[in-house]
């Protein structure tokens, strides 16, 4: 569905099966935020034709973080001239201890080697302005995306609507996670996208669940 102009969301609703939400940002390059599980990319696919597109009109697949629910299908441009990133934090952890997890999912690490890592800071491409924040705690090179044309903010799974990311998995940390969710928690947001559940929009109901999470959960990690 499209959210605001150039800006697409795929959101995965499934009561039984684990993917992540997929978003498009249809600008002078194309920018897929996180494709999610390889078996289930046809809702991603469906979503594109549906506005006139197929996976070779993509640019750039920014990854959040390395989890196989976020960046299985990133094996499928392998032999496309589509361009991978992730935080170079993020890929020496999976080339470490994350490997065995994502062998266990028939993850080839060697089919999603990033073009370029993402870098704290701003990132340009072909007139598309971003910035990327390193946001630790779901996992050692987790990112997060703020694009403030919209003021959209692309979480992963750092923050979802009323809750937070789990930190049991190997390389998570809650103080980090907290620290992480308190940074962004000052910007000038008008659209959470989070890597699960429904996106939030307007910016009191934004900050709102920046004070909920913060309130009740931030006891729990």
Known sequence: MQLV????????????????????ID??????VDPG????????QQGLQKIGLEIEDLDLIICTHA???HIEAAQLFRNKT????????????VQAIGRPMSAAFGIDIDA?????????GELSIDGLELKVFHTPGHSP????????????LFTGDLIFKEGLGRTDLPGGNGPQLKESIKMLSHLDIEWLLPG???VISGTQEVQANFREIEGFWFAYI
């Not at 599980?37 to 991603?44: D, E, G, K, M, Y």
């Not at 589509?82 to 952890?93: F, G, I, P, Q, S």
């Not at 999603?112 to 704290?120: C, D, K, M, S």
């Not at 090179?141 to 959209?152: D, Q, R, T």
């Open 112 to 120: 999603i080697v990033p073009a370029f890592f993402l870098q704290e």
């Open 27 to 32: 600008g002078p390059q194309r920018v897929l």
């Open 141 to 152: 090179g987790s990112v997060s995306l703020y694009w403030p044309a919209p003021k959209a």
């Open 82 to 93: 589509t361009l991978v990133t992730l935080h170079e934090m993020e890929w020496h952890w």
């Open 196 to 198: 699960h559940g429904e």
């Open 67 to 69: 989890h196989p629910d």
């Open 37 to 44: 599980h390889q078996a289930v990319f046809a809702h991603v």
């Open 5 to 24: 102009n150039n800006l697409h969301a795929f959101i995965w609703q499934s009561m039984t099966a684990n993917n992540c939400n997929t978003y498009l």
